[in-house]
């Protein structure tokens, strides 16, 4: 099974980067106190840190929101991933705790300021795609029994003709839901030209390390770029 980015996404942002992580074999019923106290640490210096009023200037979020534009994506009606996280916790509204592995890729996205997902792989047969949609593809959400289909040129990533995630880092399909059941899972950590690769690989190995304390279980990561486009898994 491998993990791809299409060259038709690196033809239009070049220095995008996703940093990945794979954990086999994990338990992710655990409870996991320590890492809830984290989070709110986390929350707390985020509050600190930014402002309601101007934090859309905060160049990892402006920089993701002239992304979204570029592809005919309006941020304020479909918002990047760690935009949305940020706006609720600079609301003093809480992240709920949801599993370890939930709870450790938004621990790391407020910490840095980065899309960061994460989908359960013990339920795939194919392998996963970022690419450009043709439309045709088929899209639930969570919660709801509706499909619907992305829109010619947006921005997918999928099994197939699947789709796990839609508008890049907008929202994520019920099909690779992580659960508590879940025992392989895939971060993705998404990196514009404004993140380092140093800073992406320090996420991976954080999420690396937040997994094998708080979920034991096996690692591998890597980086995808225009130049390694792919890995196996």
């Given at each position: 099974?491998?993990v791809?980015?299409a060259?038709e ?6 220095g995008y980067?996703?940093?990945?992580v ?5 338990d ?6 320590d890492?809830i ?6 929350e707390?210096h985020?509050r600190k840190s ?5 934090f859309i ?6 920089v993701?929101r002239?992304a ?9 009606d479909f918002r990047?991933?760690?935009d949305a996280?940020?706006?609720?916790v600079?609301?003093?509204d ?6 370890p592995?939930v709870?450790?890729?938004?621990l790391?996205s ?21 690419r450009?949609a043709?439309?045709?593809?088929i ?6 029994e509706i499909?619907?289909n992305?829109?010619?040129g947006e921005?997918?990533f ?5 789709v796990?995630?839609?508008?890049w880092?907008?929202r994520?399909?019920k ?14 950590i998404?990196?514009?030209s404004i993140?380092?690769d140093a ?14 304390r708080n979920?034991?279980g096996?690692?591998?990561?890597g980086?995808?770029?225009?130049s390694?486009?792919?890995l196996?898994m």
């Amino acid at each position: 099974m491998d993990v791809k980015i299409a060259k038709e996404v690196f033809e239009k942002f070049p220095g995008y980067r996703r940093g990945l992580v794979i954990a086999y074999e994990i338990d992710n019923s655990r409870t996991a106190p320590d890492l809830i106290k984290e989070l709110r640490e986390a929350e707390e210096h985020l509050r600190k840190s930014l402002k309601p009023e101007t934090f859309i200037s905060e160049p990892k979020i402006s920089v993701w929101r002239e992304a979204y534009r570029a592809i005919g994506i309006k941020p304020g009606d479909f918002r990047p991933s760690m935009d949305a996280l940020v706006r609720r916790v600079l609301k003093n509204d809480p992240l709920p705790s949801i599993n370890p592995v939930v709870d450790l890729g938004n621990l790391e996205s407020i910490r840095h300021i980065v899309p960061i997902g994460a989908h359960a792989i013990d339920v795939l047969k194919g392998d996963m795609e970022l690419r450009l949609a043709s439309g045709s593809e088929i899209f639930e959400a969570f919660g709801s029994e509706i499909s619907e289909n992305p829109n010619p040129g947006e921005i997918i990533f999928v099994e197939g003709k699947t789709v796990l995630t839609r508008r890049w880092t907008w929202r994520q399909a019920k099909h690779t839901l992580v659960l508590p059941s879940s025992s392989a899972v895939e971060f993705n950590i998404d990196a514009m030209s404004i993140v380092s690769d140093a800073e992406v690989e320090e996420i991976c190995e954080d999420i690396g390390r937040l997994v094998i304390r708080n979920c034991g279980g096996k690692i591998k990561t890597g980086i995808l770029s225009q130049s390694e486009p792919s890995l196996s898994m």
